[in-house]
């Protein structure tokens, strides 16, 4: 099919609730992506950090080809191997021996992790009642449903779409105070991404997720982190939590988990988790066989190419040429980050910036209007690491991408 008649097909049947840039995609490989007129583009963020191994990595497409000839789907009412291999090798990564639960996607998880505080708020409150108020941050993405959405500190994402769900309160990132100040008998858990992802990029301040434990310890509450976008080694942990020793009661997964095939899912520590008794929760794909063999072929992946080892030096170089650019250009406020996970504060807008680097074949994100997102795949070589910096620099520098 032609790109124009495509693009129709979408006019006319498909809800138009994306803002979509008009190239239609049909195949990749690794960091590379082409059209449907064979034009290629490097990818700075593939499948919006579902792509952490690249476009179609190796071992997650045979993993999925054996396994979707052998079995498809089976419910959660029998037992199948890979999901109980993949929530091991899920809990030997943590520090807490969590007890995983697998569902399909990031919103999902997040609303099985407030289900399950509430569930073991029930009855801890005054008076015999239920604790079930959970604290979130400003600048926080934990998804569309519902839970999540209100869980998401962004008004701009509620809007139209009230009343939300009771019981939440919202404390600005970073700051320790806040969140001790909304702490009240009924609160049961905080909510937190180790590293906010849509919401710019934003790493935590020295002390800040202990000090979040401390309270959390101090008035029996869960720590939930939202690890969908910063979990499964993006960092440079497993866990980015891992970075700031901290150990939290329930981390919840998507994206990445398996190497861009849907799945989600949390880890909770065993007496936390086993509040989620049979009909308290379910998710008629969670955990089904061709997403847990991906996940399980995405962690040999990583395990097997020292890809943990390789983001950490990636994150440097990105680091470096960045914060040298930094001095060129008034463009450029700040440069943030964590492993494969780098943000760029624009001191304008960033969406011409994303068109320029379209027009020179490189795929990067604008989030939160200013700010340069890339989440690359682990295994990017330093030459399309290059590649794609002298791209983004000869946008900063030159036109601002018109
Ligand atoms: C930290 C975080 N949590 C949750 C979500 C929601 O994930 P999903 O789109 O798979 O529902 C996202 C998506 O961007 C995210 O970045």
């Known amino acids: 099919m032609q790109p124009s008649d495509i693009i129709d097909l979408f006019k006319t049947y498909v809800i138009a609730n994306y803002t979509r840039y008009p190239v239609c995609l049909t195949r990749g490989e690794g960091s590379y992506i082409w059209d449907t007129e064979g034009t290629k583009y490097l ?3 593939p499948g919006w950090g579902c792509g952490l191994l690249g476009h179609c990595p190796p071992k997650v497409v045979k993993a999925v080809q054996e396994q979707v000839a052998r079995l ?5 009412t029998w037992y199948v191997e890979s999901q109980g291999l993949l929530a091991k090798e899920l809990s030997i990564r943590t520090e807490f021996a969590g007890k995983c639960f697998f569902c399909n996607s990031g919103t999902e998880a997040n609303e099985a992790a407030i289900k399950l505080a509430r569930l073991n708020g029930a009855g801890t409150g005054p008076n015999g009642g239920n604790r079930y108020k959970i604290i979130t941050m400003f600048d926080s993405f934990h998804g569309r449903t519902m839970g999540a959405l209100t869980a998401t500190a962004q008004p701009k994402y509620h809007q139209g779409v009230g009343p939300m769900l009771p019981g939440f309160a919202y404390a600005p990132f970073g700051d320790l105070d806040a969140v001790a100040k909304l702490i009240d008998a009924e609160t049961i858990a905080v909510m937190v991404e180790p590293v906010q992802g849509e919401g710019g990029v934003n790493l935590p301040p020295a002390g800040y997720l202990e000090g979040l434990r401390e309270l ?28 700031w020793k901290v150990k939290p009661d329930i981390v919840t997964l998507a994206k990445a988990l398996g190497g861009g095939v849907a799945v989600g899912g949390l880890i909770a520590k065993p007496e936390v988790g086993e509040k989620l008794k049979p009909g308290t929760h379910a998710a008629t794909f969670g955990g089904n066989p061709i997403a847990c063999a991906a996940a399980l072929a995405t962690i040999q992946t990583i395990e097997e190419e020292n890809l943990l080892e390789r983001v950490q030096t990636l994150g440097e170089r990105f680091r470096a040429r960045f914060t040298a650019l930094k001095d060129k250009t ?6 943030r980050v964590k492993g494969a996970m ?29 700010v340069i997102r ?29």
């Open 330 to 335: 008034p463009l450029i406020r700040e440069v």
């Open 43 to 45: 990818d700075f963020f």
């Open 342 to 370: 780098i943000g760029i504060q624009l001191a304008t807008d960033g969406v011409p910036i994303v068109q320029g680097c379209l027009k020179r074949q490189l795929l990067i994100n604008c989030t939160h209007g200013t």
């Open 216 to 243: 959390c310890d101090r008035h029996k509450m869960l720590l939930i982190c939202d690890e969908v976008q910063s979990g499964m080694g993006r960092t440079g942990k497993w866990y980015a939590h891992q970075h």
């Open 72 to 76: 498809i789907h089976v419910p959660n």
């Open 374 to 402: 890339l989440l690359p795949a682990m295994n990017l070589s330093d030459a399309e690491a290059d590649e794609g910096m002298n791209i983004l620099e000869e946008v900063l520098l030159g036109e601002r991408g018109a």
